[in-house]
C-alpha cells in the first residue's frame, strides 16, 4: 500500500492529517497495537517538525507485508548540525511552535525511540529528509 | 474511575462526547508540553492540560488519550470539539488551576503515569 500526504509549512491547523489518516489505516491493517501507537507517534512529531521548521513537505508511506516505511521529505533551511539537533533539549523552534505545545527539543528523539530504523539528513538551505521503519514482525 | 465520576470531582463541563461518560479512566498526566504526553507509554490515560488548542486533540489521537480536561478555564474551540467528535475523545472544561485538577484526581484514586 502507498500512500502519499502533503504538509504546509506554518499551518498548525493541519498538523497531524497524515498520522490520522495513517492510524485509521493501521488499525483496520493489524488492530490494536503497540506498533500502531508507535509509529503515528513518530510521524506525528515529524510533522509537527515540517510546519514548525519548513516551507512544505511530503510525506511518502509504504505499507508491506513486513514493514512500514515512512519518507517525510521538505524543502526548507535544513539542519545545520544533525547531531546537535538531536539532543534532548536543544530546538530552535520559533514562539509560535512553544505556543502550540512543542519547541521544546524533544522531537527528534521521540521519533528515533518511536522506530526500528531511523535516518535523518539534511542540506542547508534546500530541506530534510527523515526515513522512519517500523517492522511488523519482530524476530 | 468513571469519566462521569472526573466530571463530579472537578466539578467540570464536559463540551463533547457525553455518549463515552461510562468509560473507566485509571491514570492522568499533566502537561502543556505535548512532546512530554508523546513520549508516554500508557494507554487509556486522562490529560489535564492549561493549552487549549487542535494539537492536544491530535496528541490525544495518537497516544489514544481517552479524555483531556482543560484546566484554568481555558475555553475549547469548535474546531477542537470536531476533531474530538471524529475521534471519540471527551473534551472537558474546568475552572480550577492544573495543580488543584490534579489534586482531585489524585485525591479520587487516579494513579500517576510515574
Redesign the interface.
Known amino acids: 500500500m502507498y500512500f502519499e500526504f502533503d504538509i504546509e509549512g506554518g499551518d498548525?491547523?493541519k498538523?497531524?492529517l497524515a498520522?490520522?489518516q495513517l492510524?485509521k489505516i493501521l488499525k483496520q491493517l493489524i488492530g490494536d497495537h503497540k506498533i500502531v501507537?508507535r509509529t503515528?507517534?513518530a510521524l506525528?512529531?515529524a510533522e509537527?517538525n515540517v510546519v514548525a521548521h519548513a516551507y512544505s513537505g511530503k510525506v511518502i508511506i509504504n505499507i508491506d507485508t513486513e514493514k512500514i516505511t515512512i519518507n517525510v521529505i521538505d524543502k526548507g533551511p535544513g539542519i545545520h548540525d544533525i547531531n546537535l539537533a538531536m539532543q534532548e533539549g536543544y530546538s530552535t523552534a520559533s514562539e509560535k511552535v512553544r505556543e502550540?505545545?512543542?519547541g521544546?527539543g524533544?522531537?527528534l528523539s521521540?521519533i528515533k525511540?518511536n522506530s526500528d530504523e531511523f535516518s535523518l539528513t539534511s542540506e542547508v538551505g534546500v530541506g530534510t529528509k527523515l526515513v522512519i521503519i517500523a517492522y511488523l514482525k519482530k524476530e | 474511575m468513571k469519566i462521569k465520576d472526573i466530571v463530579r470531582v472537578i466539578e467540570g463541563k464536559v463540551i463533547c462526547g457525553h455518549d463515552l461518560l461510562e468509560s473507566e479512566i485509571h491514570k492522568g498526566f499533566a502537561s502543556?508540553?505535548?512532546?512530554?504526553v508523546?513520549?508516554l507509554d500508557t494507554?487509556g490515560l486522562i490529560l489535564i492540560?492549561g493549552?487549549a488548542?487542535?494539537?492536544?486533540i491530535?496528541?490525544a489521537?495518537?497516544?489514544?488519550i481517552s479524555c483531556i480536561v482543560y484546566a484554568r478555564d481555558k475555553k475549547i474551540s469548535e474546531?477542537m470539539i470536531n476533531l474530538a467528535i471524529e475521534?471519540k475523545i471527551v473534551l472537558i472544561e474546568c475552572s480550577s488551576s492544573v495543580f488543584k485538577t490534579s489534586g482531585l484526581l489524585y485525591n479520587a484514586g487516579i494513579k500517576p503515569v510515574f
Do not use: C, P
Not at chain 2, 53 to 56: A, G, K, L, R, S
Open positions: 498548525f491547523s498538523a497531524g498520522s490520522s492510524k501507537k503515528v507517534v506525528y512529531e509537527v502550540m505545545g512543542f521544546a524533544m522531537g521521540n525511540n | 502543556d508540553l505535548m512532546s512530554d508523546l513520549t494507554d492540560t493549552l488548542n487542535t494539537q492536544t491530535r496528541t489521537e495518537m497516544s489514544d474546531d475521534s
